[in-house]
């Protein structure tokens, strides 16, 4: 009898220690994605993009993306929008674009898109002045070769794939989904070639 109540009580204990054991090794499991994971978006948290009031005009914005990271990313693509009024016609512009930045991207650098820089669809120009240009979102590829999507409220995740048009934009920016009822269903494609700014203090923040 007492036997029994030995072998039992083992087989209880050597469950027992399975079990935490297994929990053990699953949390450590878990600890060590997110090490990995985290280590994986240390350069892409490092990517923003956010619009900003123009210095030289009251009634205007102008859309701001900066590399942060001490590494170069590639294959850069940015959707925003404009709002614009042209001045001799007083005609009102309201488009999406999605625009490849040609060069890599380098590091500590940001740049400047502002209402002059942008093509409207029917190849004109925007006026500096009365002008709207509001960035939703950035598509870049890491030093790693990872592809990531950044959003203009903070949101970053890996890229699935490229962007194939306007409904994996709206995916992309889940409950920004809003901004594309102020736009034409018209995506106009181009590409810039915008002169950098270094950023100082930027490898200090890394």
Known sequence: MIASLIAAGGLIFTGVSTYYGAKVAQDQLDQSRKTANDKSRTQA?????????SK?????????????????????????TTFGIDNKTTKTFDE??????LHPVQPCSMFTITPKDVIR???????????????????????????WVRTADGELSPAEGNFEGIADFRKALGHRIDAFKRVSDVEQSDVMNL???PLEDCAAGS
């Not at 948290?45 to 009031?53: A, F, Q």
């Not at 102008?62 to 590399?67: E, I, P, S, T």
């Not at 942060?68 to 294959?75: F, G, M």
């Not at 999406?96 to 930045?101: A, D, E, M, W």
């Open 96 to 101: 999406l674009h999605s625009v490849t930045i």
């Open 121 to 147: 669809s029917d190849g004109g120009r925007y006026s500096p002045e009365n002008t709207y240009v509001n960035v939703l979102l950035i598509e870049f590829r890491d030093a790693n070769g990872k592809e």
């Open 195 to 197: 002169k950098a700014k």
């Open 56 to 80: 030289n005009y009251t009634y205007a914005t102008n859309g701001v993306f900066a590399n942060r990271s001490l590494d170069t990313i590639t294959s850069t693509s940015l959707v925003f």
């Open 45 to 53: 948290s490092r990517i923003s993009v956010w619009s900003e009031p």
